[in-house]
DNA sequence: TATGAATGAGATTTCATTCAT
DNA sequence: TATGAATGAAATCTCATTCAT
């Protein structure tokens, strides 16, 4: 059978979706053409019709992707049995993550996405995905509250999304100068954040600790 | 000869900005067109050329204007006498801006250039400015810092990452979720920032204060 | 006012439409480019997208300038005062039309329409208005047969459509013979359709005589 | 050599050559792609150029099948022992013609031919063939005439054409209106065919009979 | 012969910009 | 200065055809 196998329809995908990738890092979507696209490929403007119907749907694809990597750093974080623990992991994670030159050039790209979502109807239904997403941390502060880990005070909401913007304020200024120190951006975001936790964590109590797990 | 009088021509310049701003918050400044920002305007494309040289131009100078405001926000709370009466005002400016709907719009043009800033030369420019304002910041915390407001552990470099992390993901976060709660995570951003301030802040001696004039 | 006045502004509809009916006449507007209606035009491809959103709405305008002609041809003849008049007019504007060069190129386009009317909804809806077009005919018949022009056993449907086939066939084959003597065809064609009129042409009292007016 | 018989390659020719058709009639040909034939034919797009070298050369084969398909129509009443029979005939097989669903949706691409007959050589080629077809038909009324069944004055190059446009117009008609009512047309256009025979039937000599087969 | 992914020339359309008025 | 019709380079996408398998 002629026919292609799916693993190799898959990498033809892969391999238009890193081109364009490229490209986009590089000029942005909106300077990057087809052509540029197909050369930076190797393929033709026809085998990349076979697999996205438009250009916008590859984009649509990238933007997919792009979130779906932020929701895996997050989520990672989640088997941690306590909010300190989780944020320790949390910055293990970026460092780590900082450490792909490739990765870092992509971030550029969900940066891109970022304004995109903001008049894009398709592109912003995959970032509210993200936003949905924090959610999930919300209520994962909510449990460590109740576990005593955090004063009762501190609105777990806003903490959310105070936690987000460290996030996306540092993927963005990391754009403008890749050669800022993030080890140090991370210990002291963190330093920030342990600030308010409680001064004598809790005795984690088994029940307690499971609750937590799952968290950050 | 018909030059017009340069009040007339700033005017006109205005008009056309702020049409074109209009447009950008609304579709993305590569989604419109010099038709659409022609009809906003009540103006004809040979009367924009009279103002700007392209739209490039016109985008530039939008550029600068949005990173003149980010700035003007955070310039208007250097005159404080301190680091904790600095984070009070600039709190309060936050809060205040939320409340213009036509500024919240804007916010989006200023994600847009985040974006472009990443490949367009010029725009890049314009947000380097931005970057070097953090330089300010910084050395204000430095000198909190030997006043001892701030803890002598403190990475102040990192700090001012930090607090620009925070503003940036919130105008992000803004633009996704008009209706959030300004308030409490301002509030929630402060009381982060306040837990590594040294607990007793020092008595603040006149040169002090003045030091930690034109702070944040 | 450099607003082009109205007067212009369909001369220039009229160059485009002209240029694009040369074209469509002598290559089919499947096989013309939008280039070779631009370069045939002397315009721009801009230029031309001014005055029709596509090329689409092109063939459309094209179409229902092709079907009004004919059905002018017809309506010349509505003011004969009986049938065998009207069919003397129809016969001599038949062949008057074959002098004019032009007419019997655009001729060609549209038999196109009458290909293109059985799958394009568009130009179909064009094409229908000639088919109402025809139920004046029938009623016109009747009306011939109330006087007694028209013997009573013939079907006057029927008999419009054989008409309107005389003419249609003669279309198509003088579009594949532009050589054909077209006095024969109408002669003999005149001579059918009298040879079924009642022999004894009624005395054409004046109310049937108005009664036929507008007939064919 | 996987050649395979002579037999297979004829009916997988047919099987292409009717699925295209059907595309044809439903979309016309310039709006069907390939890849529609090959989804319609149940075949692959390298399957169908083994049989035909292009598009071009299907839409040609297609072409010759239709022009002999209107051939057998007439040549099929060509054995009449006269004029009058032969249109009784011809007047019978158009009816039953009319019957067949299939060959009703075949007509629209008969119609297709037309219009591209005007401008594409290789069809025009074939449709020619019909035009000398109808040098046939003329001969035979010519002789019809010579025996006394068609009055001297009649112009028989013309009725030739007059009897191809009743025909030509009604595939036309029929196309645009499937559920006109055939039978009346018929009846209506013999009447007036039959109106111009000479009034007294000449006695068929055997010769005359000859003469007139392969008439009409 | 048959497959179908891949090719790439070429078609339509857009839109920033110009220039005669 | 101001107008807006016109320009034309360039972008996206299509689809008849090919060729490695």
């Known amino acids: 059978m ?19 990738t490229r490209c986009f890092a590089r000029d942005g ?3 990057t053409t087809m052509e540029e696209v197909v050369r930076e490929s190797g393929l033709s403007p026809g085998a ?18 792009r979130h779906a990597r932020d929701q895996a750093l997050l989520d990672e974080l989640a088997s941690a049995a306590s909010l300190r623990k989780g944020l320790d992991r949390l910055a293990l994670a970026l460092v780590r993550m900082l450490e792909d030159a490739k990765e870092k050039q992509r971030r550029k790209v969900s940066i891109q ?11 912003r239904k995959v970032a509210e995905r993200g936003l949905r997403q924090r959610g999930g941390l919300t209520a994962a502060l909510r ?4 576990s005593g880990e955090l004063p009762a005070g501190v609105d777990v909401e806003s903490l959310s999304r105070v936690l987000f913007a460290l996030f ?49």
Chains 1, 2, 3, 4 share one sequence.
């Open 143 to 146: 449990t460590a509250q109740r």
């Open 29 to 31: 979507f909106h300077h």
């Open 2 to 20: 002629p026919k292609i196998s799916e693993e190799k329809r898959r990498a033809r995908q892969a391999q238009i979706l890193e081109a364009a």
């Open 113 to 123: 996405f970022w304004a995109e979502s903001l008049h894009d109807a398709r592109i």
């Open 48 to 65: 990349i019709y076979c697999y996205f119907r438009s250009k916008q749907e590859m984009v649509e694809a990238i933007s997919a992707v």
């Open 168 to 216: 996306q304020g540092f993927i963005l200024q990391q754009a403008w100068e890749p050669g800022l120190d993030s080890g140090a951006y991370v210990r002291t975001a963190m330093a920030l954040i342990k600030g308010i936790l409680s001064k004598a964590a809790p005795a984690p109590r088994r029940k307690a600790a499971k609750a937590v797990t799952g968290l950050l």
